[in-house]
């Protein structure tokens, strides 16, 4: 199994930039075919879809709210799955968790598909 580690939260300005980072180690992307996503999850929410790649990266989907301002992407060779978010706002504040699933294709962006998950980063926007 891959073990996964979130970093790169934080706290911001509403309309600023953070970066989060995904490792992964054990069963890595440079050597086991594995669609990724993002999820986060609002104090007294439910986990929620933020995006999703695929493994070869040719593949992405993002929830409608955070597409135009929010950027999935991944580098096999460092083992590493990012997301860009960018013009951020307060209801984007909740802890990020990163996913991952065996598979080459596929863009899954439900909390099932997903077998791996990290630990979560606290993303908090303020006004």
């Known amino acids: 199994q891959v073990q996964l580690v979130e970093s790169g939260g934080g706290l911001v300005q509403a309309g600023g930039s953070l970066r989060l980072s995904c490792a992964a180690s054990?069963?890595?992307?440079?050597?086991?075919?594995?669609?990724c996503g993002w999820f986060r999850q609002a104090p007294g929410q439910e986990r929620e879809f933020v995006a999703a790649?695929?493994?070869?990266?040719?593949?992405?989907y993002y929830e409608d709210s955070v597409k135009g301002r929010f950027t999935i992407s991944r580098d096999n060779v460092k083992n590493t799955v990012y997301l860009q978010m960018n013009s951020l706002k307060p209801e984007d504040t909740a802890v990020y968790y990163c996913?991952?699933?065996?598979?080459?294709?596929?863009?899954?962006?439900?909390?099932?598909?997903?077998?791996?998950w990290g630990q979560g980063t606290q993303v908090t926007v303020s006004s």
């Open positions: 996913a991952a699933r065996p598979g080459r294709v596929g863009v899954p962006r439900r909390v099932y598909e997903y077998d791996s």
């Open positions: 054990g069963r890595t992307f440079s050597n086991y075919a594995m669609s």
């Open positions: 790649i695929s493994w070869t990266g040719g593949g992405t």
